[in-house]
């Protein structure tokens, strides 16, 4: 298992593991139509945020298919600003089938509309970029996202990720075929 070595900490973030007491802060993002407007699903319930929320404080970060998921606040701001996750992703064997796999990962981002347009997500995201090239050994980590999703191919420009392409109507969201952009990074 890989150790994250919470909290990590921006000029004006701290990203710490989640908590049961984050529910209500939580909920209060989740819940709107605005937040889940690019998401997968709709608006979640409370129910579904207990369920997040429990899912997140139980998290392992072991290896592909593991989630390391950030809450996101302001430091001295009591209450959550969003969230981030880190996914790591299945980089494959090297050829050959010897040595180590490279350790590839995606990485998303959620805010609470009153904290959108503040640089937050750039700088909470350019913290998890770090963290992911510097101690965890990534050499690629990409974002995916509506392709419709202006706001967040900003900060993946901002981030110095790379666009690299459109999968064009890839996916059936909300009664729609939606397309998913892709952006990424390597390690330099």
Do not use: H
């Amino acid at each position: 298992m890989v150790e994250i070595p919470y909290p990590l900490t921006t000029n004006r973030l701290v990203l710490r593991p989640f908590a049961t007491e984050d529910l209500e802060a939580y909920f209060a993002y989740q819940s709107l139509p605005e937040t889940a407007q690019y998401l997968y699903g709709e608006a979640r319930s409370y129910a579904e945020c207990m369920g997040r929320i429990a899912q997140y404080t139980q998290e392992r970060f072991a290896g592909p298919g593991d989630w390391a998921t950030f809450a996101v606040e302001r430091i001295g701001v009591p209450g959550l600003v969003g969230e981030l996750v880190l996914k790591w992703n299945d980089g494959g064997k090297p050829e050959g089938g010897g040595g180590t796999p490279g350790r590839v990962g995606e990485i998303g981002w959620t805010l609470a509309p009153a904290a959108r347009g503040l640089g937050f997500a750039t700088e909470a995201a350019r913290a998890v970029l770090e963290l992911a090239f510097d101690q965890l050994g990534f050499i690629r980590v990409e974002a995916r996202l509506d392709a419709r999703n202006r706001a967040s191919a900003a900060i993946c420009e901002r981030l110095g990720m790379q666009f690299e392409g459109v999968l064009r109507e890839n996916m059936y969201l909300k009664g729609e075929w939606t397309s998913e952009a892709i952006y990424a990074v390597v390690r330099n």
